[in-house]
C-alpha cells in the first residue's frame, strides 16, 4: 500500500497517479478528497500500478545515480554535477555541469531543470529545423514541451513539439524522434505507409526505437513531486 506522505494535494478536481523514475507510486488528489476514496482509486488500479512498478524496477538501463540526481545525462553523456566558486551561471565544461557555488542546495535541482529547458529550447529547434530542411519539410511551428508520457508530438495543423527531456537521449534516438514527427507531416496516422518513410530515412529505426523504450524512465526526471 501507498505510503500517505506520497500523497500530494493540489488544487485540481481530479485525482492522478503516477509512476516515478523510482518506480514510486505518486498521487495527486483534490485538498478535500477522502483519503479512503484514495487508497480505494489505487486498489482498482492496483494491476495498471505493478505493471508499471515491475517495467521500470527490472529496466536494466536504469542509471540510478541519474535517477537520484547524483549525475546528469546530456546528449546521451553521462555528466558530474561540481559546485564552483569560479563560474557565474550553470555550464557543462569537460563533462562536468559547472553549477555556481551562490546556488543554495536547496534551489539546485530547480536551476539545473531550468538551464536544461533553455539549452533544450536552442538545441532540438535547430535539430528539427536542420532536419526538415533536409528532409524539404516545413512544420508550422516548432516548440518543446513538458508532456508526461511522449517524447515528441506533431498535430494535425503541422506544429512539432519535442520534450525538453529528449535533449538527454543520445543523438541517434534524438534523431530518431525528430525524424518521427516530421514524417507525420507526411503521414499522419501510425500506418504501414508511414512506417515505410521512416524506415526509409532510418533503416535501423525498430532497433532504435528497442534502444528509446529502454530510456523512457529519463521522461520521468524532474517531475514536480
Known amino acids: ?34 483519503e479512503s476514496r484514495i487508497f480505494d482509486f489505487i486498489k482498482q488500479k492496483e494491476d495498471w500500478i505493478i505493471k508499471k512498478q515491475n517495467a521500470i524496477r527490472s529496466n536494466s538501463y536504469i542509471n540510478p545515480n541519474v535517477v537520484n540526481y547524483t549525475t546528469f545525462m546530456f546528449l546521451g553523456k553521462e555528466i558530474t554535477p561540481l559546485i564552483s566558486s569560479e563560474v557565474k551561471e550553470i555550464m557543462i565544461n569537460d563533462n562536468k555541469l559547472m553549477i555556481p557555488a551562490k546556488i543554495s542546495s536547496d534551489k539546485i535541482l530547480g536551476k539545473v531543470e531550468k538551464w536544461y529547458r533553455k539549452v533544450a529550447n536552442e538545441v532540438l529547434v535547430e535539430r528539427v529545423n536542420y532536419m526538415a530542411k533536409q528532409l524539404r519539410l516545413r512544420p508550422v511551428n516548432i516548440t518543446t514541451n513538458n508532456n508526461k508520457t511522449r517524447w515528441g508530438v506533431c498535430d494535425s495543423r503541422g506544429n512539432i513539439a519535442i520534450n525538453w527531456r529528449a535533449i538527454f537521449l543520445p543523438p541517434n534516438l534524438l534523431d530518431y524522434i525528430v525524424v518521427h514527427e516530421l514524417c507525420h507531416l507526411l503521414e499522419f496516422n501510425h500506418t504501414p505507409a508511414f512506417w515505410n518513410i521512416v524506415e526509409k530515412i532510418i533503416p535501423d529505426y525498430q532497433v532504435v526505437r528497442k534502444h528509446l523504450k529502454c530510456l523512457n524512465y529519463l521522461i520521468l526526471l524532474f517531475r514536480k513531486e
Open 1 to 34: 500500500m501507498i505510503d500517505p506522505r506520497n500523497i500530494i494535494r493540489t488544487n485540481k478536481r481530479s485525482l492522478s497517479l503516477m509512476i516515478n523514475a523510482k518506480g514510486e507510486l505518486i498521487v495527486r488528489a483534490p485538498y478535500n478528497y477522502p
